[in-house]
């Protein structure tokens, strides 16, 4: 079974930046081989794809509303995947998750990250 485990998240005032880790574990998963996504689900809200790299980071991904100011990365050696986040916003409050993109496996705990006005 695959084990996502995101961190980095918290509490900054808007036009802070935060960094998000995720690191997947797994017998039979081969990280180095799946695109893989960053998403966010706010309350009241359906998650989101908000950004997505492929495997070996050849291209990437952004949804409309944070281009510019998020960067996905990774580091297949660590089997992690980041997403700097840049100038945040009060709407970029969420729980953020990471999965492969489509999503395949069951997901992690996710990572608070509250922006502040």
């Known amino acids: 079974q695959v084990q996502l485990v995101e961190s980095g998240g918290g509490l900054v005032q808007a036009g802070g930046s935060l960094r998000l880790s995720c690191a997947a574990s797994a017998s039979g998963f081969t990280f180095s081989t799946s695109a893989m996504g960053w998403f966010r689900q706010a309350p009241g809200k359906e998650r989101e794809l908000v950004a997505r790299i492929s495997s070996l980071s050849y291209s990437t991904f952004y949804a409309d509303s944070v281009k510019g100011r998020f960067t996905i990365s990774r580091d297949n050696a660590k089997n992690t995947v980041y997403l700097q986040m840049n100038s945040l916003k009060p709407e970029d409050t969420a729980v953020y998750y990471c999965?492969?993109?489509?999503?395949?496996?069951?997901w992690g705990q996710g990572t608070q990250v509250t922006v502040s006005s």
């Open positions: 999965n492969t993109n489509p999503p395949r496996h069951s």
